[in-house]
Each structure stands twice: as structure tokens, then as C-alpha cells.
T-cell receptor
Framework: KQEVTQIPAALSVPEGENLVLNCSFTDSAIYNLQWFRQDPGKGLTSLLLIQSSQREQTSGRLNASLDKSSGRSTLYIAASQPGDSATYLCAVTGANNLFFGTGTRLTVIP | DTGVSQNPRHKITKRGQNVTFRCDPI?????LYWYRQTLGQGPEFLTY????????KSRLLSDRFSAERPKGSFSTLEIQRTEQGDSAMYLCASTQRRQAPEQYFGPGTRLTVT
């Protein structure tokens, strides 16, 4: 069964700092990897999707990388802002559904 | 495109009662998924539909749970004889085809069983 792990579980940084969130998965036979943002008590907002044939995707201040062979992905956030405070979840796509990590809770301190 | 919608957003019920949630996917998305998320955890897959056919069910989906998608559009998730352990956020997502880019999630239904 696919296991997805996210490190760290929580992270606090001062505003303006660059940061990296880590995601690892045990089964490299994935179709896609998706990063989501979740605000407290809310649903999931898709941030970036990396298809299995790709190595990275960028959107604004966000950059996600994928190394399928080592079972790792990183989400890089540049010039963090207080509005970035949320839980970030990574999920890998199996044959029919997503397998999620437990998330990294990010707090950006003004 | 109005996104995935879910109703109700919050539900409080007493143990032993039945509850039903509704999900309306993005139109023309033929795949619809249900997930459950408990506090501090990532969402866990429950079941998915391709059009009106329910193609896979997780072992998390006990016999008290039933999901339908009668016309291949909206879906309902019913929980019978609710237990306190059923308290969670129930999330619905849709996508256009198998292995497609991005599953799009609704805002979720928060269930509290007292």
C-alpha cells in the first residue's frame, strides 16, 4: 500500500523567508503528484500538479519538484507571506485515487 | 464553471441517526470521489464513481455507508446508525477522466456525531 510522509509536521518562519516542504512516498509507480493547500475547516485547493513524466512545475512563488525514482517531492515557497499560512498536503495518484500525506502546517509570522 | 459543491456544509447529529450528504461535481466531469478526513490527518479515500458506476470502495466504507450517483451527475453519501467515530470532514472531488490532471475538491461537509 502506498505510504506518503510529509516532513516537517509543522513549520514557523518569519515573513519574507524562503522555505521548502518535503514529501516522500514508498511506491514509485505513480501517475501524478499533486500539492494542495488547506485552510482550517475548509476544503482543499490545488496548487500544483506534476505528471509522472515531469520533474517540476512552477506557479508564481511556488515551485514543486518530483524525483520518482527516489520517491520524493519538494514544494518551494519563495518570499513567504502571512497569507501563505495554511496546511500543505501532498498526494500521489494511484490507479484510481489519491494517497495523501498528513500535511505540513505552515505559519508565516509577520 | 462553478466548481464542486457540497451540502450541507455542517451537520450535527445524535448517535444512531442517519445522515445524507450531497456532492455536485464540475459539469462534464465523469469521475467523482469521496474522501474522509479526521482532525490532523490527510484525507482517506472512500469510494469513486465513473459516471453512474461505483467502481471501487475502500475497506473504510463499512456496511453502514452507502454512496450513489444515480444519473452520473450529483452523488449522495449516506451514513446509517451514525457513531461518534464517524465525526469527520467528508470531501468530494471530481475529475474528467482516469489519470487526469488535478482532482478538484469541494468545500467538504463537517459531520459531528454527539
Amino acid at each position: 500500500k502506498q505510504e506518503v510522509t510529509q516532513i516537517p509536521a509543522a513549520l514557523s518562519v518569519p515573513e519574507g523567508e524562503n522555505l521548502v516542504l518535503n514529501c516522500s512516498f514508498t511506491d514509485s509507480a505513480i501517475y501524478n503528484l499533486q500539492w494542495f493547500r488547506q485552510d482550517p475547516g475548509k476544503g482543499l485547493t490545488s496548487l500544483l500538479l506534476i505528471q509522472s513524466s515531469q520533474r517540476e512545475q512552477t506557479s508564481g512563488r511556488l515551485n514543486a519538484s518530483l524525483d520518482k525514482s527516489s520517491g520524493r517531492s519538494t514544494l518551494y515557497i519563495a518570499a513567504s507571506q502571512p497569507g501563505d499560512s495554511a496546511t500543505y498536503l501532498c498526494a500521489v495518484t494511484g490507479a484510481n485515487n489519491l494517497f495523501f500525506g498528513t500535511g505540513t502546517r505552515l505559519t508565516v509570522i509577520p | 464553471d462553478t466548481g464542486v459543491s457540497q451540502n450541507p456544509r455542517h451537520k450535527i447529529t445524535k448517535r444512531g441517526q442517519n445522515v445524507t450528504f450531497r456532492c455536485d461535481p464540475i459539469s462534464e466531469h465523469n469521475r467523482l470521489y469521496w474522501y474522509r478526513q479526521t482532525l490532523g490527518q490527510g484525507p482517506e479515500f472512500l469510494t469513486y464513481f465513473q459516471n453512474e458506476a461505483q467502481l471501487e470502495k475502500s475497506r473504510l466504507l463499512s456496511d453502514r455507508f452507502s454512496a450513489e450517483r444515480p444519473k452520473g451527475s450529483f452523488s449522495t453519501l449516506e451514513i446509517q446508525r451514525t457513531e461518534q467515530g464517524d465525526s469527520a470532514m467528508y470531501l468530494c472531488a471530481s475529475t474528467q477522466r482516469r489519470q487526469a490532471p488535478e482532482q478538484y475538491f469541494g468545500p467538504g461537509t463537517r459531520l459531528t456525531v454527539t
